[in-house]
């Protein structure tokens, strides 16, 4: 017996069998472990089953190995995983230097056409006519200082007589966040703490640094309608949450114009509205466009159907703000009020949208030395729009115009005729308010009226020397 083979060439074996010699030739791939099998089964050479069945394993082990290659998959499986991390990671960075650069080019665009004098149709925040969102979503935990309020704090804040001129942004942020809190509106929504304040935070963000119509008016008109809730003792909670966040949102990227300057310049928002509440509408737009960032949605976990109810609702509050439709919705309530149904959806839904009107423009239900800055603050921006008007050759309001207006005559009109007669309606289901809030009102009254009284006085007297002088001089 003897064999003959290099390393290409096939294996061969020579057996003898019987006295005669026989050739045996096999592959050169064929293992050793098969050759030793065929010998074993010619020689019927005894095996342990336990040497046949490790054999089995070891040969479908090999097999199993050669046909999935199951460690080379592994570490190829592990690699793609490393790079594509790593690629999101790039990618993620790459999202956040693209927001900051679009800030950036917003900055420059808005400095560029301040400095052009070139007359802008509606210079807001947020331009409907840019493709994609402008509002910046923030991917960082809110950072703003958490202040604990003390007991005093939380008392005040649900009374008018709260002082708004005393706190900064972030405080105030801090006490719109105890709000939520507060009524219930964080666990009755399932609201993630960290959405509200990225919400709140992003509220804040868009209103602008008008004289008035600012992030401390935005404040002023929310305590206001949280002391209401209480006062009035309001215990529907998704009417509360509805209250709070139209009065939150409700003058959003307002760009310091009325709506009578946007219909008159045919600004881009009276064209986009067809002339029709065009700030308020603006305002409903950009408040749903923060809510639509899933990092500000408040609403995150509300049902769809829930969500749709509750979204017209607080498009409804807002667009009932505009100033034009007060007789409207005043004549509607009066006519509700002595009836009242508090089952009845349309008699509620005139309530919410009469209650948050009260709270946009309350400012005389608060004490004098609280109240009178706000007027100061309102004239400012009155002029500022009057001005603009005369320069651009439209029409102008005497209310609004600095040769013609005095602080007294701006505000007895308004408290007589639109305040008093609105607080008193919603007296009658609440009387409770005539002390804390009806009674003031009258107090503000008497007071510009006396003031008058005393410009006039001072008038006269002015008028009398300059005739006396006049004549002297004759």
């Known amino acids: 017996m003897g064999s003959s083979s290099s390393s290409y060439a096939p294996k061969t074996i020579y057996l003898d069998v019987d006295g005669k010699v026989q050739r045996v030739i096999f592959s050169p791939h064929c293992s050793p472990c098969d050759i030793k099998e065929l010998l074993c089964s010619s020689s019927n050479i005894a095996r342990s089953k336990e040497d046949m069945f490790q054999n089995v394993l070891s040969q479908v ?23 594509l991390e790593k690629r999101v990671e790039l990618e993620g960075l790459k999202v956040v230097e693209i927001e900051k650069c679009k800030n950036d080019l917003k900055k420059l665009r808005d400095e560029m056409t301040s400095r052009g004098g070139v007359r802008v149709n509606c210079n807001c925040k947020y331009n409907f006519t840019d493709d994609g969102k402008k509002l910046s979503p923030r991917r960082d935990v809110p950072s703003y200082p958490k202040y604990t309020l003390s007991q005093e704090t939380i008392e005040a804040l649900k009374k008018p007589t709260f002082d708004v001129w005393h706190w900064e942004h972030n405080e105030m942020l801090s006490c719109l966040e105890y709000m939520y809190h507060d009524l219930g509106l964080v666990k009755e929504f399932n609201i993630n703490p960290i959405t509200l304040k990225r919400w709140l935070l992003g509220i804040q963000e868009n209103y602008r640094d008008n004289p008035f119509h600012n992030f401390r008016h935005c404040f002023c008109v929310s305590q206001m309608m949280y002391g209401m809730i209480h006062l009035c003792n309001l215990q529907v909670r998704s009417h509360m949450c509805i209250l709070m966040t139209a009065a939150v949102c409700h003058d959003l990227d307002h760009p310091g114009y009325n709506n009578t300057y946007q219909i008159n310049a045919r600004t881009e928002l009276a064209v986009r509205y067809n002339d029709i509440s065009p700030l308020e509408n603006h305002h409903c737009a950009v408040a749903f466009q923060i809510i639509s960032m899933p990092e500000c949605n408040i609403f995150a976990n509300v049902e769809p159907d829930s969500f749709k109810q509750i979204r017209q609702a607080i498009i409804t509050l807002i667009l009932a703000t505009d100033m034009a439709r007060h007789g409207e919705i005043l004549d509607s309530f009066k006519q509700k009020v002595d009836n009242f149904d508090f089952t009845n959806e349309e008699h509620v839904k005139c309530l919410k949208m009469v209650l948050i009107k009260c709270c946009d423009i309350s400012n005389e239900v608060r004490p004098t030395e609280v109240a009178e800055p706000w007027v100061d603050c309102l004239l400012e921006e009155y002029f500022i729009q009057s001005d603009r008007e005369k320069s651009e050759g439209l029409p102008v309001a005497p209310f609004m115009d600095r040769d013609k207006v005095t602080k007294p005559t701006a505000q007895i009109g308004f408290i007589k005729f639109v305040l008093i007669p609105m607080f008193e309606t919603v007296m009658k289901l609440f009387p409770q308010i005539e002390e804390i809030m009806v009674q003031p009102l009258r107090d503000s009254r008497d007071h510009y009226e006396e003031l008058k009284q005393i410009d006039d006085a ?6 009398t020397e300059s005739m006396s002088l006049g004549g002297k001089k004759k």
């Open 458 to 463: 001072m008038s006269e007297k002015k008028k």
């Open 61 to 83: 082990a090999e097999q199993f190995s050669r046909a999935f290659r199951i460690n080379e998959l592994k570490t190829e499986v592990t690699n793609r995983l490393a790079m």
